[in-house]
């Protein structure tokens, strides 16, 4: 069972919170009080962005349409990167909670607090 570790943008922990492989972030955010901002829940919004982390080699995963096309909208990626299908599942960029299943490790995720 991973262990999520929710920090502010400043890295203080928010809160450590064991979910399984293949809940939705942002659910496991919302039942456990987690302060991840977050309005739609749809991924429309792009309310819900987060940054992942963890120490295990980076894996490819495929985003959606959807949610490239929201993080686009919201400036929050450039069209170079819209482009592309499949990313790294850590990285510098953003991905909105109510698209990330909650991979098999533990996890460090960035939830900016503006």
């Given at each position: 069972?991973?262990?999520?570790?929710?920090?502010?943008?400043?890295?203080?922990?928010?809160?450590a919170?064991?979910?399984?492989?293949g809940?939705?972030?942002?659910?496991?955010?919302?039942?456990?009080?987690?302060?991840?901002?977050?309005?739609?829940?749809?991924?429309?919004?792009?309310?819900?962005?987060?940054?992942?982390?963890?120490?295990?080699?980076?894996?490819?995963?495929?985003?959606?349409?959807?949610?490239?096309?929201?993080?686009?909208?919201?400036?929050l990626?450039?069209?170079?990167?819209?482009?592309?299908?499949?990313?790294?599942?850590?990285?510098?960029?953003w991905?909105?909670?109510?698209?990330?299943?909650?991979?098999?490790?533990d996890?460090?995720?960035?939830?900016?607090?503006?």
């Amino acid at each position: 069972m991973p262990t999520l570790h929710f920090v502010d943008g400043a890295g203080q922990l928010l809160a450590a919170v064991d979910a399984q492989p293949g809940d939705v972030l942002l659910d496991v955010a919302r039942l456990s009080d987690v302060p991840l901002h977050w309005r739609c829940g749809q991924g429309t919004c792009g309310t819900c962005k987060v940054s992942i982390r963890h120490a295990d080699p980076q894996q490819p995963v495929k985003l959606t349409r959807k949610e490239r096309n929201v993080l686009l909208r919201a400036g929050l990626i450039d069209a170079a990167q819209a482009a592309q299908e499949s990313w790294p599942d850590v990285s510098a960029g953003w991905r909105l909670a109510c698209h990330v299943p909650v991979g098999a490790q533990d996890w460090q995720v960035v939830c900016p607090q503006d």
